[in-house]
């Protein structure tokens, strides 16, 4: 683990100092306009690397707010002016990173991406301070920045968030959505988080799209947005796959 952990942060050492990091995009299918998720990758000579292979490795070093500076940069850079949403991941310790939101706030004003920006916040059970992770929430939605809590339902404290953040957007997380064509315990239970998320004037979008049958489940729940391979793999040029 020790070696494997060393080869992902030179790896990301390496691919910051030659500009190497790159942005890939996955679309997310949405009946009022399609949205964007952006996801990082390292260019390597003809092979894309994919963070399975090196984001772990260096979530606790100096490198990993480097990374997530870089991708903001990348992204915004690459959307501005375009009439689409697009979503970055950032998670709580991010937040608290008062550098990483100085960055953050900067490169929202130099691109002018606001009212195109969803933040999707990754799940913690290690929040330090609740009170600065939702005042930057709110904060951000003044500015027209749409927040999304990412891996809805892998954890334990989700509904807490949705109470106590208010955010616009939900996932529901793969782990649910890739058995509602299969296991109706599944199916209900994901209905149940629709239906509450709806109640609480918050949209829903489905992620693990992997296959016909559970599209065309998912559609039956009036989920807001649809997200997986079967609808489009990340690329780097948003082109999306036709699908009714």
């Known amino acids: 683990k020790f070696e494997k952990d060393l080869a992902g942060v030179n790896m990301v050492k390496s691919a910051l100092e030659e500009d190497r990091l790159i942005a890939y995009y996955q679309p997310i299918i ?18 894309v690397i994919s963070p399975f292979f090196f984001l772990d490795a260096v979530t606790k070093t100096k490198y990993y707010s480097q990374l997530t500076q870089r991708m903001i940069e990348k992204s915004f850079q690459f959307f501005s002016g375009k009439d689409v949403t697009f979503s970055i991941n950032l998670s709580f310790d991010d937040i608290e990173d008062v550098e990483l939101v100085t960055f953050l706030k900067e490169k929202m004003k130099q691109y002018n991406v606001e009212n195109q920006l969803i933040l999707e916040i990754l799940e913690s059970e290690n929040i330090v301070d609740f009170t600065l992770i939702r005042d930057f929430i709110h904060e951000m939605q003044a500015l027209g920045v749409q927040i999304a809590i ?42 149940t988080i629709t239906n509450l998320a709806h109640e609480l004037g ?38 999306l796959l036709p699908q009714s």
């Open 30 to 47: 949405k009946a009022y306009g399609n949205s964007f998720e952006c996801l990082v990758r390292i260019q390597d000579g003809d092979r």
């Open 150 to 191: 990412d891996d809805f339902g892998s954890g334990y404290s989700n509904f807490t968030y949705l109470l106590e953040l208010k955010p616009n957007y939900i996932k529901i997380d793969g782990s649910l959505i890739k058995d509602i064509a299969t296991v109706e315990e599944s199916y209900i239970l994901v209905r």
């Open 202 to 239: 918050i949209k829903v979008v489905a992620e693990y799209i992997e296959n016909e049958d559970i599209y065309n489940k998912a559609k039956r729940l009036y989920i807001d947005g649809y997200q997986g391979y079967f609808l489009g793999a990340p690329n780097s040029t948003m082109e």
